[in-house]
């Protein structure tokens, strides 16, 4: 077992001028793949490890070693120390220390139950032998994909936070045939925050979910290429989460922002419909306990929400404390680390589209000639906020009324324009956080958002 | 390599011990020296430590693998016994195996030792060429690094290898700027064995550097029409790994959704294409030389003269398909050069685009796929045109393959990937 704790008065050896932290960290996964019954991954891994990073006159210097001791903690110290005074000594950037910030003491005491792999595969297959038994199906692959993160922090600042991030999943890929023989396929994640248990105990229970899932397939199965070109679309919640977090959140990360990204020159402007708000949520969210709370981030400072758009105007931007003090803004806890060997990078958390008024069956019956889009599989965005998503699950709308679904597409279009055009917002939100953001180093990250009507380019024939 | 031997001995004595009939372990450590730069300003100098064990046990025709970062005699024991329940709690599938004859190797290549100073050097050159000859270009993040890996490979039926591996790398993001507006984001990745060549000489840094400028003037492209596309090596790069896996791979023919499930041997693609997975060539830094199934690595043919020659099936989805094994698994593409210059080929098309990257969706298992065209530039009657943007391209990859327009004579070596630029003819691009 590895002993996460770092023993009490060690901050105290962060030099002061050189504010700093060191972080002892265990990341575990637990992975089962079943192609058609068959389990083709059975997997468990543990990496743990310790870190510090230390600043010297503006310059960071990080260190890690994949062991969690005293020793171990006083040699990466002593790496990070002298790595920044490398770079000091070439750069000589001459910069004060960072702002202090409120010391923050973080135990939010989650716990949760690391099952054994024949859990896992004993739910897998009761499951995959119901699926087998839905017609028309030409594969099908399960997978278990459990993982948590668990940290013990101290810096310079007198901060200290135990924190533990458990996330456990379920995905079900179902194939099919078109008339054709055109290979078809449907996707759906369940679970979320917490362990195996507290989502999974009856594969009975999951049969509904995946029954409409199979339905979706089978109506997929029929479905037509939609008309390439600019038309009037409805974001169902999973694709206004993507767009939350692809086309805007990323733009507006103080580190893109320096680079250069469309954030920048925005600030305070107006770049959406007055009826879009949006936000980087920390601990909860519409009331509710956010998909994957954050409470402490991995510079020590305590988390909080991040407003981004406020009634269409950009208001703000996610920071670390050394962003933060460039643009004299607060750090809101948005700086994180994957690993034990990676250092903090400014990361969302659960960023979300506020809901609106409007209930989806209205926003559906306004649709004159359009596209009701609902999975996705894939999102990528620039810096200029162009995004592209690619839409596995979606219907045409004819006259205000759904129609044939449709057949794999990407949707495109540049999210400052794209929001300016949303005239419709549900008021509902859909949450996903199965997924993992890639920034330098993965991070499981919450989105979410309701179904918005606007305007953008659809791929097709 | 004597604690690594020593580690691997020791998992593959507790799994045998535990009642693996066959099992194989890998035992690697790394260090890591990285630099990096945001907004084209040096923040963090980073070393990192790192290992990593590796198991893999059948029992009964069930198999478990489990991976943990410690090699500690309590961490060897605790993961071995890991591996076998998690083999116990799987089902037998007699298509798990390891390579049947023993075989051996020991390997050594790139720069063992990292110069830091060197590597300060070469990034900020490159850092302070860019300031220099690309005023426009806004350096979003640069990561340059050495990395070492010492790695140790053991099986139950005598496989052993040994591989020592130091290379650099530079990972470079940007976009071009004037005023309020902005381009794309170009990233280029490249792994050289050494600091020999500046940075900036390596893969297509230059080329992307010069794109990302000219990308400022761009046009937005209008209505629908099939053109003929030319892509940079690192989106040929993409496509050609979509393929394989996709058509190739083992999900995709033991699900049967591969459409070239039963073509191997016949022509899938147009017959001036040839495609080598060779990660032994000597232009691929840190290629694998050996596969989790304790097999030698070999360079094969994919694809020869259109022909498929081979599909990238491991040994179990050979053995679950009955279709032959590829020779290595690290796939690392290399093709032969064109006979057209690379302006030759943008001097042949009418209508198309220079495509430099795809954002889009995964392709559907048929091949099907759509996104935006980025970093890319309109040609009309042969001459190459302005930055197009909000422009999406439509297509089938399979069909894709069939249709190649020409091949340039320049290669570009990634470190991961030779390939050249290559025109795929009719496709579908639409804007707004």
């Known amino acids: ?99 202090a910030v409120p010391r923050a003491l973080i135990a939010p005491g989650t716990s949760w139950t690391d099952a054994e792999q024949k859990v896992y595969l004993d739910y897998l297959r009761e499951l995959d032998a119901w699926i087998a038994g839905l017609p028309h199906l030409t594969s099908r692959r399960l997978v278990v994909a459990c993982d948590s993160t668990e940290k013990h922090l101290v810096t310079g600042d007198g901060a200290e936070a135990h924190t533990a991030v458990p996330r456990c ?42 029954e409409k899932l199979h339905l979706q397939l089978m109506e997929k199965r029929e479905g037509v290429y939609a008309k390439a070109g600019k038309c009037t679309c409805i974001l169902g919640g999973e694709l206004s989460g993507m767009l939350a977090h692809e086309a805007v959140g990323h733009t507006v990360e103080a580190d893109l922002v320096i680079g250069g990204s469309v954030g920048g020159p925005n600030l305070g402007k107006v770049v959406a419909s007055p009826l879009v708000n949006m936000t980087d949520f920390a601990r909860e969210a519409f009331g509710e306990t956010a998909p994957l709370p954050v ?58 589209v506020h809901p609106g008024k409007d209930k989806l069956e209205d926003i559906i019956a306004s649709v004159e000639d359009g596209y009701y889009l609902l999975n996705t599989n894939n999102g990528q965005a620039d810096t200029t906020g162009e995004f592209m998503f690619g839409v596995t699950l979606g219907y045409e709308i004819k006259k205000g009324k759904l129609g044939q679904a449709i057949l794999d597409t990407t949707i495109s279009g540049v999210a400052f324009d794209m929001l300016k055009t949303v005239d419709m917002v549900s008021d509902k939100v859909v949450w996903e956080s199965s997924g993992y953001c890639g920034k330098k180093q993965p991070m499981a990250v919450g989105l979410g958002g309701p179904a918005l009507r606007c305007r953008l380019t659809i791929g097709g024939r | 390599m004597d604690k690594l031997f020593a580690a691997a001995q020791a998992a593959l004595d507790a799994l045998t011990a535990l009642g693996a009939e066959k099992a194989s372990v890998r035992v690697q450590d790394s260090e890591t020296l990285e630099l990096n730069a945001l907004g084209g300003e040096f923040t963090l100098m980073r070393s990192l430590l790192d290992r990593e064990l590796s198991l893999t046990a059948i029992r009964d025709g069930r198999r478990g693998t489990a991976k943990v970062n410690r090699l500690d005699a309590d961490a060897i024991r605790r993961t071995a ?67 070492l890996t010492r790695e140790v490979y053991l099986n139950t039926a005598g496989s052993r290898f040994t591989d020592i591996s130091g290379h650099y790398s530079v990972d470079l993001m940007f976009s071009g700027h004037a005023g309020e507006q902005a381009t794309s984001f170009f990233g280029s990745t490249v792994t050289a064995p050494d600091l020999d060549q500046p940075f900036l000489e390596l893969g297509t840094l230059a080329k992307d550097l010069q794109s990302a400028e000219r990308s400022l003037d761009a046009e ?53 294409l040839s495609v080598r997975a060779a990660p032994l060539d000597g232009r691929i ?86 996104g935006v065209a980025k970093n890319s530039f309109r040609i009309t009657g042969g001459k190459l045109g302005k930055a197009v943007n909000e422009t999406m391209i439509s297509g089938n990859l399979a069909d894709m393959l069939k249709n190649v327009g020409g091949i340039s004579a320049e290669l570009v070596c990634s470190g991961g990937y030779v390939l050249p630029w290559v025109i795929f003819r009719d496709v579908l691009i639409s804007g707004g």
């Open chain 2, 285 to 370: 830094c840190g290629g694998d030389k050996y596969t989790g199934e304790g097999f030698l690595s070999r360079d094969y043919d994919w694809l020869k003269d259109g022909r498929l020659e081979s599909f990238c099936l491991s040994l179990y989805g050979a053995n679950r398909t009955g279709l032959p094994r590829a020779l290595n698994e690290d796939f690392c593409p290399v093709m032969a050069p064109g006979d057209k210059t690379l302006e030759e080929l943008i001097g042949s098309i009418r209508n198309g685009l220079l495509v430099g990257r795809f954002s889009g969706g995964e392709p559907s298992p048929n091949g099907d796929f759509s």
């Open chain 2, 220 to 272: 937005t492209t209008q209505g629908t029409c099939m053109g003929d596309i030319l892509v940079h090596p690192d989106l040929l790069m993409e496509f050609l790994e979509v393929a394989a896996d996709l058509f190739c791979s083992d999900q995709a023919l033991i699900n049967g959704t591969s459409p070239w499930k039963d073509r191997l041997g016949e022509a899938v693609a147009s017959p001036s």
């Open chain 1, 169 to 210: 999943y379920l995905y079900v890929d179902l194939n099919a045939e078109t008339k054709n023989g055109d290979a078809v396929e449907l996707s759906k994640a369940f679970g979320g925050f917490g362990g195996f248990d507290d989502w999974f105990r009856d594969p009975a229970e999951l049969r509904g979910q995946v």
């Open chain 1, 1 to 99: 077992m590895v002993d996460l704790q770092i023993p009490r008065g060690f901050s105290s050896l962060i030099p002061s001028g050189e504010q700093g932290e060191l972080r002892a960290q265990l990341n575990r996964d637990r992975r089962i793949v079943l192609l058609s019954g068959t389990p083709v991954v059975n997997l468990r891994s543990e990496v743990s490890g310790v870190s510090a990073r230390v600043c010297r006159g503006g310059s960071y210097g990080f260190a890690s070693m994949p062991e969690v001791n005293e020793e171990a903690l006083r040699r990466v110290l002593k790496s990070a120390e002298e790595n920044a005074a490398v770079l000091d000594r070439h750069l000589n950037k001459g910069k004060a220390a960072r702002k």
């Open chain 2, 81 to 147: 016994e890991d591996c076998m329940a998690v083999a116990a709690s799987g089902e037998s599938d007699p298509a798990w195996d390891l390579a049947p004859a023993p075989e051996t190797g020991d390997f050594t290549s790139g720069t063992l030792k990292a110069d830091p100073d060197r590597l300060f050097e070469r990034s900020k050159e490159l850092l302070d060429s860019i300031a220099k000859a690309y005023p426009h270009v806004i350096v979003e993040e640069l990561i340059t690094e050495h990395r």
């Open chain 1, 295 to 352: 409470y402490c981030d991995d510079e020590g400072v305590e988390a909080q929400d991040a407003p981004l758009i406020r009634d269409g105007v950009l208001v703000g931007f996610m920071h670390d404390r050394e962003s933060a003090q460039r643009f004299g803004a607060l750090p809101l806890g948005n700086a994180r680390a994957y690993s034990f060997s990676d250092e903090p990078l400014i990361r969302m958390r659960n960023t979300a």
